[in-house]
């Protein structure tokens, strides 16, 4: 597959041009960070999103940092740049008291980060990925909580609920015009299950300025890669957007170590009057994802000669199947009102075929394998989000004030061999030298359980400017969910309603116009486990609730050569789930989690064609009172974990990017990623070392509109885990027994053009 160079690329690259301040428009077709695909309309004309800076220098950096109507830069923090992800009020990063990274699509694709996880744990400050195929290949950690059902993660602004922990879409940034990042409590936007945080995965809208971007890559392993995005007018009214991008490998482990997916969106935008415009738009995404769930440890490690072996069965599958459809409306009456509505019908079916766990025995010298799981998800939600947003004055002083309500209804069923006749008998197979044999005719899954969830929210939102420097927001927000759960092998059924209010108070305070200082008290709610799927042990139980307090500061200066961000926080997290002392049978809703930490995030043009990302976050975050019993070889036994550090969380996270455009039409960037260590288990007896992870990128701007890009992944080969399994029994409990591995060193070469 090859493109070449369209007569349409010269007056795409001639109106950029135009658009830009001359000192910017002389160099912009110098460094490798052209931007290709993306470009923002304002008024009737097309300007450029914020091209690159790199090589341009503090006196151009300036211009080019500032945020167009729709888009986000890819060169620095977005602190001017409107956000929705964590203000409805469509507030700036500085004028929100919270912390909110924004990421730009461009610069996820440049950095060569074809997934949201990649994107959201090597750009965002102090949030980290983890988790093995069974949480549709990834969860996030942030502020101490880690989970689906602590840090949500929206598509446009709409949440899947999430059903058995596991969350499939969206996955791809082809189709990403930003990720936002809100760390720390967001209830009051969102609701229940985001007591860390939310991360928005937006994605590129259509656009009346026609621009064909597309992409071919190979890489090791049998990589292959493929991708295009179209967009532009259909009349004077209607325009369109088109993305298609999949991908495929043969894989790093084998067997069952290749993948493939595709992902699908298409849109279209009707400017049915300047002051009214109705978005349609379907997102489809299709996955076969590595059929892999861990490495076995022996003595503690993992070995060279096992650390690209896999073993799962021959015949296992992994398929997850998601289709979005919203229906958006934007209407602005007046320069004061806008309001918005979104309706939605949301779709998930997933399969799993597995042997899921693996521990090597040394009296043996062979790995025994249990969890041989077949399981299916079928889950559809459909509901409606409105909200208006009013601007005028209260008591005097300008004040902006959002209302709104979300409703909708969630079909959630689950089948598995967990739930019926199928007795698992578990097999071993050699270290090495081993035949994978295949999944048992008999342990097919057979429906187990229905729920349906009918979800009603309003919420309000204000921000009252005090004085000149000094204003305040307020948010609240009240969930009503109500869920039905049968049992489809007894008969069995129960009901249970549910209620959650969270708000939150800030204050910012304007030192300057380029620097803030701000405060804020936020509350959240989080479920007990998966709102959607809890079983009836669980259902008694009430939310989970948490607090925070968070001060910070944000600023640019050296006339937008530097961004800064400095944040501080304490979390407090009520109402644990464990199981009740001297009785293994029964659980309660006792103890108590929080995390104390600081955090910073710095973007730097030092020199002409150079450019600097880094961002750290440092928290101590422990069960301060949580204890479990279990049983000991045949002995109930109370084990406290106050003080323990939270299963999968890292108390040290880093992110370094550098770029360096040193001539013409080249630039270099390399990144560090650290994750500091972290447990598989309460107990803390299942360590996972920390580690740290090098990305090389070399871009070479072939032609003004076209691109070739060099990447090499772990350059060290850091041999490093991103989840584990531990023991569940006897004197080895929690002791890990197997790591889930992170791909070893691999490299990539892409082609890009636009026309």
Not at 343 to 360: K, P
Not at 539 to 561: D, H, N, P, W
Request: neutral net charge; without cysteine; glycine residues 10%.
């Amino acid at each position: 597959m090859s493109f070449s160079r369209s007569r349409h690329a010269r007056p795409i690259l001639a109106v950029l041009s135009a658009a830009l301040p001359f000192s910017a428009s002389a160099q912009i077709l110098a460094p490798a960070e052209t931007r290709l695909d993306e470009i923002a309309v304002a008024g009737d004309r097309a300007v450029p999103a914020n091209a690159p800076a790199d090589a341009i220098g503090a006196e151009a950096a300036a211009t080019l940092r500032k945020p167009s109507l729709t888009q986000a830069s890819p060169v620095g923090l977005n602190l001017r740049t409107p956000s929705r992800g964590a203000s409805r009020l469509g507030l700036t990063p500085l004028e929100t008291p919270a912390s909110l990274d924004i990421i730009s699509g461009e610069t996820i694709r440049l950095r060569g980060q074809s997934s949201v996880l990649e994107a959201v744990s090597q750009n965002g400050t102090g949030i980290t990925a983890f988790g093995s195929p069974g949480f549709g290949l990834g969860a996030f950690t942030s502020r101490g909580f880690a989970g689906q059902n602590s840090i949500q993660t929206l598509f446009d602004g709409t949440r899947l609920y999430v059903g058995a922990n596991t969350l499939t879409f969206p996955f791809d940034t082809w189709n990403v015009e930003r990720i936002e990042v809100l760390r720390g409590p967001a209830s009051v936007l969102y609701g229940e299950g985001a007591i860390g945080g939310i991360v928005n995965v937006v994605s590129k809208k259509p656009l009346f300025t026609p621009l064909n971007v597309a992409r071919v890559g190979l890489g090791s392993d049998g990589l292959v890669r493929a991708a295009i995005d179209s967009t532009g007018p259909i009349g004077e009214s209607l325009a369109y957007r088109l993305n298609v991008s999949g991908n495929r490998a043969d894989g790093w482990i084998a067997p069952n170590g290749e993948f493939r997916n595709l992902a699908v969106s298409g849109a279209l935008t009707l400017q049915a009057t300047p002051d009214l415009a109705f978005t349609l738009s379907h997102d489809l995404g299709y996955q076969e994802p590595v059929r892999y769930w861990g490495t076995p440890l022996v003595n503690g490690r993992v070995l060279d000669a096992v650390r690209f072996n896999n073993y799962n069965v021959r015949d296992a599958k992994i398929t997850w199947a998601d289709n979005w459809t919203q229906l958006r409306t934007e209407w602005t009456p007046s320069a004061d009102v806008t309001v918005r509505n979104t309706a939605y019908r949301l779709r998930s079916r997933r399969h799993w075929l597995d042997v899921e766990q693996y521990a090597y025995d040394p009296s043996t010298g062979r790995v025994n394998r249990s969890d041989y799981l077949d399981i299916t998800h079928s889950q559809e939600q459909i509901g409606n989000r409105f909200d208006a947003t009013f601007r005028g004055s209260l008591f005097g002083l300008p004040n902006q004030f959002t209302a709104g309500f979300d409703v909708n209804h969630i079909s959630f069923r689950h089948a598995n061999n967990f739930s019926g006749t199928f007795q698992e008998t578990p097999t071993s197979v050699p270290l090495l030298g081993y035949d994978p044999g295949l999944f048992p005719a008999n342990g097919r899954a057979v429906p187990a359980y229905a729920t349906t969830t009918n979800q009603a929210s309003v919420f309000a939102e204000n921000r009252l400017e005090l004085t000149d420097r000094l204003s305040l927001l307020a948010g609240v927000r009240f969930d009503a969910p109500r869920l039905a759960r049968l049992n489809l092998l007894n008969g069995s059924s129960f009901e249970r309603s549910y209620r959650a209010l969270g708000y939150r108070f800030g204050l910012v305070y304007a030192v300057s116009p380029e620097t803030t200082l701000y405060a804020q008290y936020a509350t959240a709610t989080d479920p007990v486990n998966s709102l959607i799927s809890l079983s009836g042990s669980l259902a008694g139980y009430e939310l989970s609730t948490g607090r925070q307090v968070e001060i910070g500061a944000k600023g640019l200066a050296f006339g937008g050569a530097v961004e800064w961000t400095l944040a501080g926080y304490r979390i407090v997290k009520n109402d644990l789930i464990t199981a009740v002392p001297g009785d293994t049978t029964r659980t309660a809703q006792v103890g108590q989690q929080s995390s104390l930490g600081a955090e910073a995030a710095l973007s730097w043009l030092p020199a002409p064609g150079w450019r600097i990302d880094a961002n750290l976050a440092l928290l101590d975050a422990q069960y301060d009172t949580f204890s479990e019993t279990v049983d000991i070889n045949g002995v109930p036994t109370e084990i406290p974990y106050n003080g323990n550090q939270p299963v999968n969380v890292p108390e040290q996270v880093a992110n370094l990017w550098i770029n360096w455009a040193f001539a013409r039409d080249w630039e270099a960037r390399v990144g560090v990623q650290y994750v500091g260590a972290v447990f598989s288990d309460f107990a803390n007896r299942a360590p996972r070392p920390d580690y740290t992870l090098v990305t090389l990128g070399l871009d070479h701007q072939v032609t003004p509109a076209s691109r070739l890009s060099f990447r090499v992944f772990n350059l060290l080969d850091t041999v490093y885990a991103i989840d584990g399994s531990v023991a569940t029994g006897g004197m080895t409990r929690g002791t890990s027994t197997s790591w889930y591995l992170g791909r070893p060193r691999s490299f990539e070469v892409a082609y890009t053009v636009a026309w």
